[in-house]
């Protein structure tokens, strides 16, 4: 029991990553880069179950689009322990992954200067 004048200590999570992930080391595929996007997949199989954490994040994608590096901010735990579950998840059906969507490339000022030229001249 703590008076009020000690702080609150926050409780730790009871289980390792190393235990979460079984034992299993970080992927060495590039599958699952920071901005890799996943959601929960149209087809999701109803055929077993799932541990706690597989459940939190199949909870967490429900609602779109999120990136690696949101999920593993959302649910507290290490990247790569993250990436071993988006990685079962994923070849089991459950999650669909997608690549982010790459930045615009430069426009060709002769171009836009073309376009508005023609619009110019056409419109006034």
């Not at 909870?59 to 999920?71: K, N």
């Amino acid at each position: 029991m703590t008076t009020p004048d000690e702080p609150e200590v926050e409780a730790t999570p009871l289980v390792r990553p190393y235990v979460i992930a079984n034992g299993r080391e970080l992927i060495d595929d590039n599958d699952f880069s920071l901005i890799t996007l996943v959601t929960v997949s149209e087809d999701v199989p109803h055929n077993g179950l799932l541990d706690p954490e597989k459940r939190r994040l199949m909870e967490l994608c429900s609602g779109g689009f999120l990136s690696v590096a949101e999920i593993a901010g959302h649910i507290q735990l290490p990247v790569g322990i993250v990436k071993i579950l988006l990685h079962d998840l994923t070849a089991e059906g459950y999650l669909y992954t997608r690549a982010p969507i790459p930045p615009a490339k430069r426009v060709n000022r002769q171009i836009l200067e073309e376009v508005l030229n023609g619009l110019q001249a056409r419109f006034g």
